[in-house]
């Protein structure tokens, strides 16, 4: 079993950046793919980066590719989400999620584990 607890959201203006944490328990960290969702008012939940338990493969929604970084910390049982370029269309309360590695990364749906959500606001 694994809870996780996000960390890091809040009000940043157009163009800037922000971190995200999401940090897990247990001692079975490494064993999980870890992912990051966003979901903003009226509209459906977005995936958008995923990162194997050895951090060797990830994955990125178009819509983020090239500005969003997933990154772990095993040692820290951490998984992080690093946004740059901000855009007010990003606003929304961010999870992160956690699910057995054996699936395809690119797959949203098998994730076990919710965070409970951070938001997350671009100012323009």
């Known amino acids: 079993q694994v809870q996780l607890v996000e960390s890091g959201g809040g009000l940043v203006q157009a163009g800037g950046s922000l971190r995200l944490s999401c940090a897990a328990s247990?001692?079975?960290?490494?064993?999980?793919?870890m992912g990051w969702f966003r979901q903003a008012p009226g509209k459906e939940r977005e995936y958008l980066a995923a990162i194997s338990g050895s951090g060797v493969i990830t994955y990125y929604a178009d819509s983020v590719k090239g500005r969003f970084t997933i990154s772990r910390d095993n040692a820290k049982n951490t998984v992080y989400l690093q946004m740059n370029s901000l855009k007010p269309e990003d606003t929304a309360v961010y999870y992160c999620a956690a699910r057995l590695g054996k699936v395809v990364i690119s797959d949203p749906r098998p994730y076990d584990y919710w965070g409970q959500g951070t938001q997350v606001t671009v100012s323009s």
């Open positions: 247990g001692r079975t960290f490494s064993s999980y793919v």
